[in-house]
C-alpha cells in the first residue's frame, strides 16, 4: 500500500500490512483495531519513514509521534482505544 500525507493505513484485521512511500510522510492515521489485544505489524518496505499523526487523530497512543523509519517493521496492540506502540523491529533487504 502506497502512503502519502494525511492519509489512512487500513489492514482489514489481517495481522501485517505492507506499505512504502514514494517520500517521507507525515500525519498518517491507523484504522482502529477490531479487538481487544488485537497485533498488528506495519511493515514499510521504502526508503521513507512514515509518520503518524497525534495520538488523537492517528489512534496510536503516546506523548510523541510513531515512526515507521524504512525498511523495518512497527508492532502495535489494540487496547481497546487505542494502538499501543509496541516495538520496531529492523527488515533487512533480500538480495
Known amino acids: 500500500m502506497l502512503v502519502i500525507?494525511?492519509?489512512?493505513?487500513?489492514?482489514?484485521n489481517k495481522a501485517y500490512?505492507?506499505?512504502s512511500a514514494d517520500t517521507d510522510v507525515t500525519?498518517?492515521?491507523l484504522q482502529p483495531g477490531a479487538t481487544l489485544?488485537?497485533?498488528?505489524y506495519v511493515i514499510n518496505e521504502g526508503k521513507h519513514s512514515i509518520t503518524f499523526a497525534p495520538a488523537d487523530k492517528s489512534n496510536i497512543s503516546g506523548d510523541t509521534?510513531?515512526?515507521?523509519?524504512?525498511?523495518t517493521a512497527q508492532l502495535y496492540e489494540w487496547d481497546g482505544n487505542l494502538w499501543i506502540d509496541?516495538?520496531?523491529?529492523?527488515?533487512?533487504?533480500?538480495?
Request: proline content about 3%; overall charge positive.
Open 86 to 95: 509496541n516495538r520496531a523491529i529492523e527488515v533487512y533487504a533480500h538480495p
Open 27 to 29: 500525519d498518517v492515521v
Open 5 to 12: 500525507t494525511g492519509s489512512t493505513i487500513s489492514h482489514a
Open 17 to 19: 500490512v505492507r506499505v
Open 65 to 71: 509521534l510513531s515512526v515507521v523509519a524504512a525498511m
Open 37 to 40: 489485544r488485537q497485533t498488528l
